[in-house]
């Protein structure tokens, strides 16, 4: 078997990659959304892949992955492992868990970072509103994440939260950063104080908190949530558009708390993981399977933080159902160190119209059952998805 073409169409707001085999299968997964500037950086790799045998999924990664990094080149390779590994599952009739050495749980745990509400306002009763519709959700979720800090609107609307320049910039992803106000650390403290209040020790509260902190303010603010036995804290010193590491910060931040501290969902690569795990930098890795390489990555790192009692919970806000698909079967088999991970939806909702395979719900008490289906377990309804395409795809499925 062999690697005939590679495509790519932005389908609704995202990336997805076909390989296409002589075969007659195709592999198919989906680049985070709203990431359409991802398209000619996949297509980038077309060339290095022509004439390989998809099922060899490492020999073909050992052609593009060096080409790889931080965001986006990262995200192309990390796409194209994917759908390398859904078409060798397709070949040869299995789940791609199999092919993995095979799941180790039947349902995977998720958290809600996805499904979320406008908030009404900054203050601590419109936090505690907004878990509250959270947990009202039909998915039962039993693990909630709530962005705060640097990671949220408190940064600019909460009057001197911080000591920085505030000033609003265009660009999702700016790194605000400087010195939190005491007033700042209060009003996060009062804030998950009344999330807390609803959520009580029924439902996981992780926060989701920068990148921007100082490590100073990171470890007061750790140290001033420590009552309130949350999951993690999330990208304080480094993180989501930052393309560094900052293992050694991050373990002087972790050496000081008791509240599990918690980054690499930006991480392209077991080599950027090495010094976070070995050093013990942290006590949570959340790499994404579209950012740092695919998923056979991201179950080798799920490995190595296991043999040094660092646990997983893997990122994917915004994996859509293809991302889906192969977040519960990388999930299923890993060791337990595995927590959850991200749940994602998909954007616009008739992606839900057009592909097939997802259990109906898909989440029940927080939990996925994992797909026996070959390949990732969900594919597309070509007829349907078809009709989605731009006229500049529209030999997409071709």
């Known amino acids: 078997m062999k690697i005939i073409d590679i495509r790519c169409a932005v389908i609704g707001k995202s990336p997805v ?134 990671h949220s609107p408190m940064k600019r609307d909460v009057p001197g939260f911080y000591y920085g320049d505030a000033s609003p910039s265009p660009l999702h992803g700016a790194l605000d950063r400087g010195p939190v106000t005491e007033k700042g650390l209060r009003h996060m403290v009062d804030c998950v104080a009344a999330m807390k209040e609803v959520t009580g020790d029924r439902i996981g509260l992780a926060l989701d908190c920068g990148p921007g902190w100082m490590l100073a303010d990171a470890i007061r603010m750790a140290r001033l949530l420590e009552p309130y036995n949350l999951l993690w804290l999330e990208d304080m010193l480094s993180g989501d558009y930052t393309p560094w590491v900052n293992a050694g910060v991050y373990r002087e931040l972790t050496r000081m708390s008791s509240t599990p501290i918690h980054t690499g969902e930006q991480i392209y690569l077991r080599h950027n993981f090495k010094e976070l795990i070995e050093t013990q930098a942290v006590h ?19 490995e190595f933080a296991d043999l040094h009692s660092i646990m997983m919970a893997p990122h994917g806000t915004a994996n859509g159902l293809l991302g889906l698909g192969a977040l519960i079967q990388v999930s299923a088999t890993l060791p337990g160190n595995f927590i959850a991970f991200e749940y994602t939806n998909g954007d616009p909702d008739w992606w839900y119209d057009i592909v097939e395979g997802l259990p109906e719900p898909i989440v029940v008490n927080g939990m996925i059952q994992v797909s026996d289906r070959p390949g990732m377990g969900v594919d597309f309804i070509v007829e349907r998805a078809r009709e989605r395409l731009s006229p500049e795809d529209a030999g997409f499925f071709d």
Do not use: C
Request: aromatic share 8%; net charge positive; no cysteine.
């Open 284 to 302: 949570v890795v959340g790499p994404d399977p579209a950012d740092v390489g695919g998923i056979a990555e991201l179950k080798w790192i799920a």
């Open 17 to 150: 990659v076909r390989i296409v085999s002589d075969a007659g299968i195709s592999g198919y997964a989906q680049a985070e959304t709203w990431k359409p500037y991802l398209k000619p950086h996949i297509l980038a790799f077309r060339e290095a892949l022509i004439g390989e045998d998809p099922r060899l999924v490492e020999r073909a990664m050992l052609k593009i992955r060096q080409r790889g990094g931080f965001k986006p080149w990262g995200s192309a390779v990390s796409t194209i492992e994917m759908a390398l590994w859904d078409l060798a599952g397709k070949a040869a009739g299995q789940p791609v868990h199999r092919l993995l050495g095979g799941k180790i749980r039947d349902h995977v745990r998720v958290y809600n970072g996805a499904l979320r509400f406008p908030l009404a306002g900054q203050r601590p009763e419109d936090y505690a509103d907004d878990v509250r519709q959270m947990m009202e959700l039909p998915e039962g979720f039993t693990i909630l994440k709530q962005p705060v800090g640097f």
